[in-house]
């Protein structure tokens, strides 16, 4: 949870130029950006990125079903804790091996 603050954090700083902003700033680029910095800028596995997502909807599901924000920006995000890649290689390894 530390990890995933300090994450959003970091991410804020470094793409908006500020040490903070309002949850009603969040939009669903903002979540696809961060997914981003997290993979390329973080270099981070598809698993852990996960994660650190499911930490950030958590927090806005709470906020948005609470009253604090008018809209869950969340609601069209879909990632998966599995990567495509894993699966191409194996894919790959099994047509090799017939």
Not at 7 to 34: N, W
Not at 40 to 46: E, F, H, P, S, V
Not at 66 to 80: C, D, E, M, T
Request: proline share 5%; net charge positive.
């Amino acid at each position: 949870m530390e990890r995933s603050r300090k994450d959003v954090a970091e991410f804020i700083q470094s793409h908006y130029h500020r040490t903070d902003m309002s949850m009603l700033e969040l939009t669903p680029e903002f979540i696809k950006d961060f997914a981003a910095y997290l993979s390329t800028d973080r270099g981070l596995a598809n698993g852990t990125i996960w994660q650190r997502c499911m930490w950030l909807k958590g927090v806005v599901l709470r906020a948005h079903y609470n009253g604090k924000i008018p809209r869950n920006p969340f609601a069209q995000f879909h990632i998966s804790p599995r990567s495509a890649l894993p699966l191409a290689r194996a894919r790959t390894a099994r047509k090799g091996s017939s």
